[in-house]
């Protein structure tokens, strides 16, 4: 092979791997930059809601958890000495007591999966988290499963409007409050007649629930009439 050939194909590796490495290595450095700040995360990140992983080091009593974010990939260059939580709060929804409380005992200690929506003051992140337990196949979707547990309820972000991804989160945590309120969960919760006469005054109580004895007791006597007669006949 000639000199002029050889040293055309050494340019064109030389050029194909320079290419390689500029396009590539930056790619390779955000898959194992472990975040510690909120300010470190690419804006690209949070505009294309990309999909990050961590644990869940414990929850906040207003329900913020902190997470250590695990990079995808992890090498020796890795800044995994760093250990500074990620605040991440959950996308459009108002958190209540018991879903604070749910929050508290199923994901504390735990690896989740957490997509970037918006930052708040470049303090929090705003995500929707999904976990997947043990005995369970598939993912849970956290911020769901609150609100249709009536656990928590809607809260819309006015920031995000318009955007699809969060335009499909809303119109599915929309219908899943309204499941919610229709079956009466957490806050929800329709006062049975039994608990509301509860709350009446003794003499008032007694008064209703004799009543109540009577009447059924009078409809039983009804039904035995009824059946009496038929057989009877």
Known sequence: MSRTVM???????????????CCVSPLIHLQTKKF???????????????????HVEKVSP????????????????????QDVPLPITLTAIDLLPPGINWLQSQLNRQHIWFRLMSTRDAVEVSAVVTWK????????NVNYHLVSNGIATYKCEGQ???????DGLAASLCRAEITAEKKGRGVWKRVTLRERIMTYPQEVREKVIS?????????????????????SN
């Open 7 to 21: 040293n055309y194909l050494n340019y064109w590796i030389n050029e194909t791997v320079w290419l390689f490495i």
């Open 36 to 54: 510690c700040k909120v300010n470190e995360i690419p804006v690209r990140f949070i505009t294309k809601h990309v999909r990050l992983q961590g």
């Open 62 to 81: 207003e329900g913020v958890l902190s997470v250590q974010h695990t990079p995808i990939l992890t090498t020796r260059w890795s800044n995994q000495s």
């Open 133 to 140: 337990q043990k005995w369970y196949k598939q993912a849970i």
């Open 160 to 166: 995000l409007i318009g955007d699809q991804t969060y």
């Open 211 to 231: 009543k109540k004895e009577e009447f059924k007791k009078s409809w039983i006597d009804w039904i035995n009439i009824k059946f009496r007669k038929k057989t």
